[in-house]
């Protein structure tokens, strides 16, 4: 409530304030608490220590989800991978039938997994940035400000992870020659 001097003229005052002090010389915040028992005295230092403890426990609960997140998109890459398996096996007995070689094929499944990775990165990235701005504008009532971290480390992870869960997982697809592939396919 604002109201003005004179309709409150009649009534107790109560009068708050704030200070700094180092430390070493809180022994005086103690002192003029003794001295003056009307006083009362709020550590801000504790109330900050509080907060910072709860962001923290937020971090780490943010941290493991982000983890579990994380395994599971690489068993949902693995799984689709599995499941696409027989339909592989048939596009490399066709490249091989048309003379592809390892090396093209290999690079072109690396370059599918990464494109798909970056891409993956790309996505979660501009998600975190929009969590992060409406957790900055409306629950801290701060600024937005760009993560430029993020868009760059985001699709990279992404391609590399990608990258490398999709090679494990094709390796040895690629490695059949290329007879054994179309007896394969023809059998199948």
Same mark, same amino acid.
């Given at each position: 409530m604002i109201l003005s001097p004179d309709l409150l003229q009649g009534f107790p005052a109560s009068y708050i304030t704030a200070f700094y002090i180092e430390p070493e010389r809180y022994q005086l915040v103690n002192q003029l608490a003794r001295q003056m028992p009307t006083v009362t005295v709020l550590s801000v230092e504790a109330i900050i220590k509080q907060v910072q403890d709860i962001i923290a426990q937020v971090t780490l609960a943010l941290s493991f989800i982000l983890v579990i997140i994380g395994l599971a998109a690489a068993l949902v890459l693995v799984a %689709?991978? %599995? +499941?696409?398996?027989?339909?592989?096996?048939?596009? &490399? +007995?066709? #490249?091989?039938?048309l003379g592809a070689r390892y090396a093209f094929l290999r690079n072109a499944l690396l370059l599918e997994f990464t494109f798909l990775g970056a891409l993956a990165g790309l996505f979660?990235?501009?998600?975190?940035?929009? #969590?992060?701005? $409406? #957790?900055? %504008?409306?629950?801290?009532?701060?600024?937005? $400000?760009?993560?430029?971290?993020?868009?760059?480390?985001?699709?990279? $992870? @992404? +391609? !590399? &992870? !990608? $990258?490398?869960?999709?090679?494990?997982? &094709?390796?040895? #697809?690629?490695?059949?020659? @290329?007879?054994? &592939?179309?007896?394969?396919v023809l059998q199948g």
């Amino acid at each position: 409530m604002i109201l003005s001097p004179d309709l409150l003229q009649g009534f107790p005052a109560s009068y708050i304030t704030a200070f700094y002090i180092e430390p070493e010389r809180y022994q005086l915040v103690n002192q003029l608490a003794r001295q003056m028992p009307t006083v009362t005295v709020l550590s801000v230092e504790a109330i900050i220590k509080q907060v910072q403890d709860i962001i923290a426990q937020v971090t780490l609960a943010l941290s493991f989800i982000l983890v579990i997140i994380g395994l599971a998109a690489a068993l949902v890459l693995v799984a %689709q991978v %599995q +499941a696409t398996i027989e339909q592989r096996e048939q596009e &490399l +007995a066709i #490249l091989r039938t048309l003379g592809a070689r390892y090396a093209f094929l290999r690079n072109a499944l690396l370059l599918e997994f990464t494109f798909l990775g970056a891409l993956a990165g790309l996505f979660a990235t501009v998600l975190a940035e929009i #969590l992060l701005l $409406s #957790l900055q %504008q409306r629950l801290f009532d701060l600024p937005f $400000s760009f993560h430029y971290t993020l868009w760059w480390l985001g699709p990279v $992870s @992404g +391609a !590399v &992870l !990608v $990258s490398l869960l999709g090679w494990w997982q &094709l390796r040895q #697809l690629l490695r059949v020659p @290329g007879a054994v &592939l179309i007896r394969r396919v023809l059998q199948g």
